[in-house]
């Protein structure tokens, strides 16, 4: 199944294709080039968006605060690793919570030696220009799926990656107790 990108769509299936690897992971804000290692040798230049990140955590929060769940705090680690799967989708297209690989959040999580009783990664893939904080975060509230992740009050700790890259946003969010 391809992603049209003029869309936006939230995760149901999962969809295997070729391994797509990061090649090195920069520093947080910096504007990267990642390629893929396949046999094609195109680029994308993405972005990771700062502000977008900060705007979904607090309106996450806000959302918490309504139902009496404890507010989620955010961790540097947690964004990096959602940073790298907003990266990881960015470079295969496909919006899934598995990797072409067949890993997943809970993977890195564990490679980044996170030990968590809970964990749960909500993702959105969209147009840029409809992609505000604001829509996300109501595209996930709209499922009852991502709506229980973010409102689950076992978790604490969150972290968020945005990457704009050609005219489209890529989210991951990943929370953990």
């Known amino acids: 199944m391809k992603v049209n990108l003029g869309k936006i ?3 149901f299936v999962v969809v295997p294709i ?9 520093a947080p804000g910096e504007a990267i080039v990642a390629k893929a290692s396949s046999s094609s040798t195109a680029t994308a230049a993405v972005t990771f968006n700062r502000r977008i990140e900060n705007q979904v955590i607090k ?3 806000q959302k918490r605060s309504e139902i009496g769940a404890k ?3 955010k961790r540097t680690v947690l964004t990096e690793i959602a940073r790298v799967r907003a990266n990881q ?3 295969s297209s496909v919006l ?4 072409p690989d067949g890993s997943n959040v809970f993977d890195i999580l564990a490679n980044y030696g996170i030990s968590f009783m809970a964990a ?3 993702l959105a893939m969209g147009t840029a220009s409809i992609m505000s904080a604001e829509n996300i ?5 709209n499922s009852s799926a991502h709506r229980n992740i973010l409102l689950n009050g076992s978790y604490g700790r969150v972290g968020v990656g945005v990457i704009d890259s050609n005219g489209n946003r890529i989210v991951s969010i990943v929370l953990i107790n």
Do not use: Q, R
Request: hydrophobic letters at 50%; aromatic letters at 12%; glycine letters at 4%.
């Open 9 to 11: 769509y939230l995760p």
């Open 18 to 26: 070729l391994a797509l690897f990061l090649t090195f992971l920069p």
């Open 59 to 61: 309106i996450v929060n």
């Open 71 to 73: 507010k989620l705090k």
């Open 89 to 91: 989708i960015c470079n």
């Open 96 to 99: 899934s919570h598995s990797n």
């Open 120 to 122: 749960g990664e909500d």
């Open 137 to 141: 975060v109501n595209l996930w509230m």
